[in-house]
């Protein structure tokens, strides 16, 4: 089937969206700055390929040249300016990609007042489903997730003692076979949590 590839010279803006990220290209004029936010879920990671920018995270700035990168976790401040006279083009990522994507503050680039949340337009329309299947599917994923919530929660109350004793004795085969049935226990609820998310991207961009 392949994989698509993207270009970092022509494909600008969002090139890959899912639960788990969001990734795309970005090209910014000398002089331009985007807006302060946060993000409440997302780690946001940026890294440069051509020209140069001055990234203030968390209100520490440093100058990023091509080949360089930096990280704004989740609920740190972030801005971005374009230094000198060449364009400045980035690739950046935000995982996991959950609306609403961005918060903004009565300052941009200092925590004044939290405003309302906003849910950023999509230009893409991942599940491509009516609104009342969509509904539907998002309240079936999120009861899902609740089912699976308290079978792995015993589970993992009775393999605690196991991987404690396991841990002590440096007994690593025993420790990995109960990691690898805790895992078992827990895997249900993160499928289920990006299928859910995935559902209320598409609900809340509507």
Known sequence: ?????????????????????????????P??????????????????LEGRAEFEI????????????????AEQMHYIRV??????????????????????WSKRRLRGERMPHEFAPS?????GMSNEELLDRHVDALQAIADAVQPAAEIHREMAGQLKEAL?????????????AMWDAMFPMYRDLFSMTS????????
Request: hydrophobic content about 30%; proline content about 5%; some cysteine.
């Open 31 to 48: 002089g331009e700055a985007s807006g302060g936010h946060t993000h409440d879920l997302g780690h946001e990671l940026f890294v440069v």
């Open 83 to 104: 230094v000198g006279d060449e364009p400045m083009t980035m690739y950046f990522s935000v995982t996991p990609h959950v609306q609403p994507t961005h918060t903004q």
């Open 168 to 180: 002590e004795q440096e007994d690593s085969v025993a420790a990995t076979k109960v990691k690898k």
């Open 1 to 29: 089937m392949g994989f698509p590839v993207y270009d970092s010279k022509t494909d600008f803006g969002s090139v890959v969206i899912t639960p788990e990220i969001r990734a795309c290209f970005s090209r910014m004029e």
């Open 123 to 127: 230009d893409r329309d991942v599940t």
């Open 199 to 206: 559902f209320w991207n598409d609900l809340s961009t509507r």
């Open 58 to 73: 968390d209100g520490e700035t440093k100058e990023l040249g091509p080949g360089q990168m930096c990280v704004a976790l």
